[in-house]
C-alpha cells in the first residue's frame, strides 16, 4: 500500500529548540508539500518541493526551512521553535499530474511550550 | 487567481438523514476537483475527485458531480451515519499537480 509516512504523530519541544519533522514516501513522487493546520484557519502551505534540492516558498514560510536530499524524503525544521508554531503539521506528496490529487501522511501534532 | 468556497458548517445531521455540502471554485486553468475527508486526529484523505465536466466522482456512498457551467462540485450522500463524522475539504488542482487549492473545510457531526 503506498503511503507518505510522518515520523511522529506527537512531538513536544521546548521553545527556542531546532525541530526537525521527517515525511517520507514511497511512490516516487516528484511533488512534497508541507502545510499546517489550525483551527478556524485550514490548511496553509508552507514549503513545497517539485524535484530533489529544490523548494519554494508556500503562503508561510517564516520561521520554518526545508530540506530534500533525496526523492522520497522531505524535512520540515523549524529553527527556533515558538509556542505560536503549536499546530498539526501534514505532509503531502503527488505527481506532477493535476488529476492525481494528493496523498497525505498522518500528520505530527506539535506542541511547543 | 484559483479558489474555492465551501459551506463551512458545522453542520450536524441525523443518523440516516441526507447530506450536502456545497463547494464552488474559480479557476483561470480547467482544474481537477477533489474532496478530501479528515477524521479526528487524522491526516486528509482522498475521498473522491472528478477529472472532467460532467464527471460524477463516488466512494463510500458520496457523490460529487463536477459542473462546469456552475463552477460547482457539491458533496452529496442519501443516508449518513455516525461514522461519517468527520471534516470534508473541497479542492481543486491545475497546473500539473502543483496548484492546489483547499477549501476551509466542513465539520459534519452525525448524532445517532
Known amino acids: 500500500d503506498v503511503k507518505v509516512t510522518q515520523s511522529s504523530r506527537y512531538l513536544v519541544k521546548r521553545t527556542g529548540e531546532k525541530v526537525f519533522l521527517e515525511c517520507v514516501q514511497d511512490?516516487?513522487?516528484?511533488?512534497m508539500f508541507w502545510y499546517r493546520q489550525d483551527p478556524g484557519l485550514g490548511l496553509r502551505l508552507i514549503y513545497f518541493?517539485?524535484?530533489?534540492?529544490?523548494?519554494e516558498k508556500g503562503d508561510i514560510p517564516e520561521g520554518y526551512s526545508v530540506s530534500r536530499e533525496k526523492k522520497e524524503r522531505f524535512s520540515l525544521i523549524l529553527e527556533s521553535a515558538s509556542t505560536n508554531q503549536t499546530s498539526m503539521y501534514l505532509c503531502?506528496?503527488?505527481?506532477?499530474?493535476?488529476?492525481?490529487?494528493?496523498?497525505f501522511g498522518s500528520g505530527t501534532r506539535l506542541t511547543v511550550v | 487567481g484559483d479558489s474555492v468556497t465551501q459551506m463551512e458548517g458545522p453542520v450536524t445531521l441525523s443518523e440516516e438523514a441526507c447530506l450536502t455540502i456545497n463547494c464552488t471554485y474559480t479557476a483561470t486553468g480547467y482544474p481537477s476537483l477533489f474532496w478530501y475527508v479528515q477524521y479526528p486526529g487524522e491526516g486528509l484523505q482522498l475521498l473522491l475527485k472528478?477529472?472532467?465536466?460532467?464527471d460524477k466522482g463516488s466512494n463510500k456512498g458520496f457523490e460529487a458531480t463536477y459542473r462546469k457551467e456552475t463552477t460547482s462540485f457539491h458533496l452529496e450522500k442519501g443516508s449518513v451515519q455516525v461514522s461519517d463524522s468527520a471534516v470534508y475539504f473541497c479542492?481543486?488542482?491545475?497546473?500539473?499537480?502543483?496548484?492546489?487549492?483547499f477549501g476551509p473545510g466542513t465539520r459534519l457531526s452525525v448524532l445517532p
Open positions: 518541493s517539485y524535484d530533489v534540492k529544490m523548494k
Open positions: 503531502a506528496s503527488s505527481p506532477p499530474r493535476e488529476n492525481y490529487g494528493y496523498t
Open positions: 479542492a481543486l488542482s491545475v497546473n500539473y499537480g502543483q496548484n492546489f487549492v
Open positions: 511512490m516516487d513522487h516528484e511533488n
Open positions: 472528478a477529472t472532467k465536466a460532467d
